[in-house]
């Protein structure tokens, strides 16, 4: 019988390769020994990435796509099953079926950036058209009229190429004075306006969601859910809403139809989400609805108002 050779050992001052070694046979990052697995991507101990090169500039569109915005993979499949089945996206994520669609807060900031862009890019066209119309017609259009209105006698208005302010805010009396310092200034800030609104109320959005899921959460106390769940729903409605209203600009008879049916869609998506019976999920619809566009409204104030001094 051949005898069986013992394996070769490492001489005393070579240490093997270790968790900690950092050689090239380990990880830059943990050191992890990646020796048995050569065509290993990423290190099994951090989830850094094997490659020792710097990525070309195609890998770093990738990167920052795939980690910011959404635009492959599921997300057509994703669309597809928020818009057909009003409800289901929630009911599926609520129950474990994550991996086949776009995580929902991903989901919404991709179609929230889209949208936002494009709602604000018309709106700034639109509004320069007719700043430049009425500018034609009437030359002295902005050379006297009230610049920001609280009521009727709480307003700051332009006259005689001065700010006059009545029973306003000191402080923004003095930054509509600084703002609005003559003819010309007012014109670019009517011309720009809608587009700045839009900008602030992108963000907005972002107190109204987690709101609107307050109102969930106290509509449906009884269904013991987190507000987690609620956050999720309330995603997904405004991701529709978001579509919807970024379609509605496509044709006018687009418009009828949508507003007729964001209110259905949402009540459908709700009783397929929580259960309930319709009367009572009407009735909680309206009473969402109702608080929900107290919050808008206040919201509006807001954001015209940040974006008229800022």
């Given at each position: 019988m051949s005898e069986i050779q013992a394996p070769p050992v490492a001489p005393a001052n070579e240490a093997a390769p270790s968790v900690r070694d950092k050689s090239e046979l380990g990880c830059r990052n943990c050191g992890y020994d990646l020796s048995l697995l050569?065509?290993?991507?990423?290190?099994p101990a951090c989830g850094q990435e094997t490659s020792r090169a710097?990525?070309?500039?195609?890998e770093f569109v990738h990167h920052f796509f795939g980690n910011y915005i959404a635009v492959k993979g599921?997300?057509?499949?994703?669309l597809w099953r928020l818009i057909s089945r009003p409800g289901a996206l929630t009911k599926d994520y609520l129950e474990g079926r994550k991996r086949a669609y776009i995580l929902p807060l991903r989901l919404y900031l991709t179609v929230s950036v889209i949208s936002f862009l494009v709602f604000g890019i018309l709106a700034g066209q639109s509004m320069?058209?007719?700043?430049?119309?009425e500018a034609k017609a009437n030359p002295t259009a902005f050379e006297k009229g009230n610049v920001i209105s609280f009521g009727d006698n709480n307003n700051i208005t332009f006259e005689k190429g001065k700010i006059q302010c009545n029973k306003v805010p000191e402080w923004i009396c003095a930054r509509a004075k600084q703002k609005f310092g003559s003819a010309d200034a007012?014109?670019?800030?009517?011309?720009?306006?809608p587009e700045r609104m839009v900008r602030y109320w992108a963000y907005a959005m972002f107190v109204l969601v987690p709101l609107f899921a307050v109102f969930l959460k106290l509509v449906y106390v009884r269904r013991r859910m987190t507000y987690g769940?609620?956050?999720v729903f309330a995603l997904h409605l405004h991701t529709f809403w978001l579509l919807a209203i970024l379609a509605s600009l496509a044709h006018q008879t687009l418009l009828a139809i949508l507003s007729f049916a964001i209110p259905v869609y949402a009540t459908v998506a709700m009783r397929r989400v929580y259960g309930g019976g319709w009367i009572k999920t009407i009735i909680k619809a309206l009473l969402i609805s109702f608080l929900y566009?107290?919050?808008?409204?206040?919201?509006?104030?807001?954001?015209?108002?940040?974006?008229?001094i800022v």
């Open positions: 050569p065509n290993a991507k990423f290190c710097p990525p070309t500039f195609n599921s997300f057509i499949q994703t320069q058209g007719l700043v430049n119309n007012l014109k670019h800030l009517v011309e720009t306006l769940s609620h956050i566009v107290l919050a808008a409204i206040i919201a509006v104030g807001f954001v015209a108002l940040i974006a008229l």
